[in-house]
């Protein structure tokens, strides 16, 4: 039984982020990270979640996960806590950038190097809604669930943060520490509330934010 959980596990998580992680890593080894956000990669980012959910969330459903077991009961007052953990990130990253300073040139490249060319506010709202649902489902509420079935919160947590991180290191080092720091507040939150909605919110509103500037 705990062989079928492990297999499980690895199963999710290599479907859904294996080829993010992939070309994260080797964007990382490469330094291209030139148009890692353009109009044409945030429609086929769009696609590719899609279509990962509508081949995970069937498997799952037959495995016995239930939306409730994931946190996705909705509540009328989940929007509020989003917003207080939105803010939460983003005060407890925005000290993360003073270490840009300390860094070789380069190493840590920024939006405007990421971003190519302009985005449509089409795109940037589509994405903005289907990719936190996308990441919180299976990055931080199944993988934490899962873990907590034969591992302690902490770890369960810490190994949701280590995939988040994973398939963000085309960011640069303050970019990635900055989604260690962001995946232990939601994966916390989660883990300790149950509640996977206001989670979501916030990532929702912080991409939002991030990509309006370039509609």
Request: charged share 10%; hydrophobic share 55%; aromatic share 12%.
């Amino acid at each position: 039984m705990a062989s079928s959980r492990w297999g499980e596990l690895l199963l999710v998580v290599a479907v859904a982020f294996g080829l993010l992680i992939w070309s994260s890593t080797s964007a990382l080894v490469s330094g291209d990270i030139a148009g890692s956000f353009s109009e044409d990669g945030l429609w086929s980012m769009l696609l590719y979640e899609l279509l990962v959910m509508a081949l995970l969330l069937p498997v799952l459903w037959y495995r016995g996960w239930r939306p409730l077991a994931l946190g996705l009961r909705w509540q009328r007052r989940d929007p509020w806590p989003g917003i207080g953990l939105m803010f939460a990130c983003v005060l407890a990253c925005y000290p993360l950038k003073w270490l840009d300073g300390f860094m070789a040139e380069g190493m840590n490249p920024s939006m405007d190097a990421m971003v190519s060319g302009q985005l449509s506010l089409a795109a940037i709202v589509a994405i903005s809604l289907v990719n936190p649902v996308f990441e919180e489902v299976f990055v931080c509420a199944y993988v934490i669930r899962a873990m907590e079935r034969t591992h302690s919160r902490a770890v369960a947590v810490n190994v949701s943060v280590a995939i988040r991180a994973s398939y963000h290191l085309y960011q640069g080092p303050v970019g990635a520490l900055s989604l260690v720091v962001v995946g232990l507040i939601l994966g916390w939150w989660f883990a300790r509330t149950g509640r996977l909605w206001p989670a979501i919110i916030a990532h929702g509103l912080m991409d939002l934010i991030a990509l309006l500037a370039y509609a």
